[in-house]
């Protein structure tokens, strides 16, 4: 982003160089498209899902705003009009600054609705696992001395209550 931001800033002031006062257009446009990178550049990494995405954008920012004002000092000394040093103090203050909320504030738009543009599954569904095979029923061998005889809920036995069970106490009032 600092690289772009200085690319920008540069061929604006090489532009200036031949249309001193017919540039507000231009300047707009440039602006727009840097904030239009940033966010989109956000927004695929929110949509990717990519870890941490706040820090990773702030971090950005800060480093992007001194990085594109060094870098556009040295773009307009080459390009432009061999300025000196004295630009350099400018650009790493104001020009820092607004580099910075250029990356910040569009970056901060595309993290919140990148990941809204698709549903949380990014990767193909996973094939369903092969079906087990049906399990066979166990068979039981009896032994030839006990008979077979009906389970206590197919004789239509009720359990009894215990005799050593004793009710609970009812509480008596009044007294």
């Given amino acids: 982003m600092a690289l772009l931001h200085a690319v920008a800033d540069t ?6 160089v031949y249309e001193p006062t017919g540039l507000l257009t231009a300047k707009i446009v440039v ?8 966010a989109l550049w956000s927004a695929i990494d929110g949509l990717l899902r ?33 300025s000196g040093t004295d630009e350099l103090w400018p650009a790493l203050t104001g020009g820092a ?4 909320l250029l990356v910040l504030v569009p970056a901060g738009l595309g993290m919140v609705v990148g990941p809204r543009l698709r549903p949380a599954r990014l990767e193909p569904p996973e ?6 095979p049906p399990a066979r029923p166990v068979k039981r061998r009896r032994s030839a001395e006990a008979p077979e005889r009906p389970r206590s809920w197919e004789r239509g036995r009720t359990r009894k209550p215990s005799p050593t069970r004793r009710p609970s106490p009812v509480p008596r009032h009044g007294k």
């Fill in 11 to 16: 061929a604006l002031a090489k532009a200036s």
């Fill in 31 to 38: 602006i727009a498209l840097l904030v239009g990178a940033a």
């Fill in 50 to 82: 990519r870890t941490d995405l706040g820090r990773t954008w702030l971090i950005a920012a800060i480093i992007a705003g001194p990085v594109s004002g060094v870098l556009y000092v040295i773009g307009r000394a080459i390009f432009v009009d061999q």
């Fill in 97 to 100: 600054a607004f580099t910075a």
């Fill in 127 to 132: 094939e369903p696992p092969a079906p087990k």
